[in-house]
């Protein structure tokens, strides 16, 4: 059993940074893909980002060039650096954690994640 806590959210400008963190309160990330999502108000839980443990990452076509994926296999952490924020991607951000290993392109949607950090609220204001 896993347990993922999810932080870094807050309130930014229009072309402001974020970075996003979830751990492992308990449990640990193994070799497992990590991903995560996000939802805005009114809409579908999205894909927004994946990594293996080796580092291979995938991004939704919307975030690339200006979100990065990265993990710590050692502290259990995953986290996402987001720059150039815009207001549309004001959302409620969750990180997930897959029970299984694999290309990350595979990993877009949210079946394939078994465990779930709280979410975090991400607002970009103009």
């Known amino acids: 059993q896993v347990q993922l806590v999810d932080s870094g959210g807050g309130l930014v400008q229009v072309g402001g940074s974020l970075r996003l963190s979830c751990a492992a309160a308990?449990?640990?990330?193994?070799?497992?893909?990590l991903g995560w999502f996000r939802q805005a108000p009114g809409k579908e839980r999205e894909f927004v980002a994946t990594?293996?443990?080796?580092?291979?990452?995938y991004y939704t076509d919307s975030v690339k060039g200006r979100f990065t994926i990265s993990r710590d296999n050692a502290k259990n952490t995953v986290h996402l650096q987001m720059n150039s924020l815009k207001s549309e991607d004001t959302a409620v951000y969750y990180c997930?954690?897959?029970?299984?290993?694999?290309?990350?392109?595979?990993?877009?949607?949210?079946?394939?994640?078994?465990?779930w950090g709280q979410g975090t609220q991400v607002t970009v204001s103009s």
């Open positions: 308990r449990g640990s990330f193994g070799t497992n893909v």
């Open positions: 990594i293996r443990s080796t580092g291979s990452s």
């Open positions: 997930a954690a897959s029970p299984s290993d694999g290309a990350p392109s595979y990993y877009t949607s949210e079946n394939r994640y078994r465990y």
